[in-house]
């Protein structure tokens, strides 16, 4: 999935999902791993999925970025490193910006900061072409 179809995912969900956290863990460095294991030797092997922190070889979870406002935050600061930003929210739907880009409306403020986050990314990778 690439940026933009993530962020059309985000501003049209009507919840978080740990699919586009997923999503967005790839984005931002976090390998997905699969492993099949035996717990003996005579059993079948068991398939089993570990996430890798984009910073070194261990296991860890990717972040609730889509549901938790704090690991919203993260990814913001994660991708526009010294930029600003602000969320609100209604009773209907959160609004977020980060930087100088556009605002993004979600169903939650979470899911709108996540959008305005990879908003802002992807405003900052067509700068870089």
């Not at 984009?54 to 010294?82: C, I, N, R």
């Amino acid at each position: 999935m690439g940026i933009k179809d993530i962020i059309e995912a985000l501003e049209s969900a009507e919840r978080g999902e740990r699919s586009l956290d997923a999503a967005i863990g790839l984005l931002v460095g976090w390998k997905r791993k699969v492993e099949y294991i035996k717990a003996s030797p005579s059993d079948e092997p068991q398939r089993k999925v570990f996430w890798v922190v984009p910073t070194g070889d261990e296991s860890g979870k990717v972040p609730h970025f889509t549901t938790s406002l704090d690991a919203a935050w993260l990814l913001a600061k994660t991708v526009s490193p010294g930029q600003t930003g602000g969320v609100s929210w209604d009773g209907e739907q959160g609004t977020a910006i980060v930087g100088s880009g556009p605002y993004c409306s979600a169903a939650t403020p979470a899911l709108a900061l996540c959008a305005a986050a990879l908003r802002t990314k992807l405003l900052d990778a067509d700068d870089e072409e």
